[in-house]
């Protein structure tokens, strides 16, 4: 059953240099749920660890290997009371926190329960934007008759993350996106935040401009000189003389601060890349180790680009030494692919535009880029003398994919990656 779209009469008219169209009008208030799993990784890890449970847990590096490098993917909120944050260095966080529990990333595990969480926020409404594998937005406008007001939904929404996959939630209702994401964050964990239409403009006044999109240090310290310190401060100036002193992102700002947000919720958008990256537990100058950790890299990649539909029509490198020098080098692939042999032979072709490969390596990183579905690629021209292996390695690539989602990732291992340190494989 598809439920009635929830809106009429959005205006298309574009904000330069921003994706979205603040200073639109809507003709009628919608209904917009934020929803955002609390410490999700870290949660998933004491759901299937539950002597984990009360106690502070940190996914990441193991601290105790490779010197302390790398950083926190993420942590439970008992870990954040030491001073634990999301991507502060391992090292820093075993300083804090020596007597967390340190586990290693586990990214099936997680995609297996984020689809968990996601069939049951379809369960109210099938606009549902992903935005990460964590927390969506949702506009149950059009759904009040089947399940009731936005806060009964939200509230049930809630119970069942929490009473069906024994995980918790945070949740923010407004009017509009940019509204309800700031509301699910202000009372983390369990979170249940409401701002009717009429709130809007005194939920905001008091948050400080930071909370606001696309204020970083830069456009914060400007605005600080201008004496504007929370986000009433922002509303309270005229719109013309803000734009003309941060020129579009001033009236960008003014639109956002007066509660202005008229993007819709779209389901289903399509990722624009796709990519990983390994930090090295001792930093590497053995061209085989680099070569080889690009091969398990391109594995994983295109296993990822294959379980989503994807080809890819590009491919960067991030290649970070030993001193800290960042390279990033970018190629257009002669053809769409899901292949790992292909993403390698690129990767190989990066690496040799790497300025300067004096000092031993440090991090790795591939990304994917120009994705198209599968079924929407361009026509690729078939060899006129050689036989095109392509479909059989496909074919090859996906019974793999079957494999080793029944018996595990590492049931098939490419022979060239048998010798790795099997902790670096998994990275």
Known sequence: MR?????????????PGFPFFPGDRVTQPRSILHVDMDAFFASVEQLDHPEYRGCPVIVGADPRQGRGRGVVAACSYEARGFGVHSALPISQAWRRCPHAMYVRPRGSRYGEVSRQVFELLGRYTDLVEPLSIDEAFLDVTGSGKLWGDAESIGRALQGAIRDELGLEASVGIAPNKFVAKIASDLEKPRGFVVVPPERVAGFLAPLPITRLWGVGPKTAEQLRRLGLTTIGAIAAWPAGALKSRLGEMGEHLWHLARGEDSRPVVPHSEPKSLGCETTFDADQRDPAVVRNTLLALSDRLASRLRRRGLLAQGLSLKYRDAGFHTWTRAVR????????????????????????????VRLLGLSTTGLVRRAAAPATQLGLFVADTRPRRAQLAHSVDALRERFGRDAVVRAALLEMDGDEKKR
Not at 3 to 15: A, D, I, M, S, Y
Not at 341 to 346: K, R, S, Y
């Open 3 to 15: 439920l009635l779209p929830r809106c009429q009469g959005l205006t298309t008219r574009e904000l």
């Open 333 to 360: 692939l002669v053809e769409p692919t899901e292949l790992a042999e292909d993403l390698h032979g690129a990767a190989l072709e990066l690496l040799e535009r790497v300025p300067d490969r004096s000092q031993a």
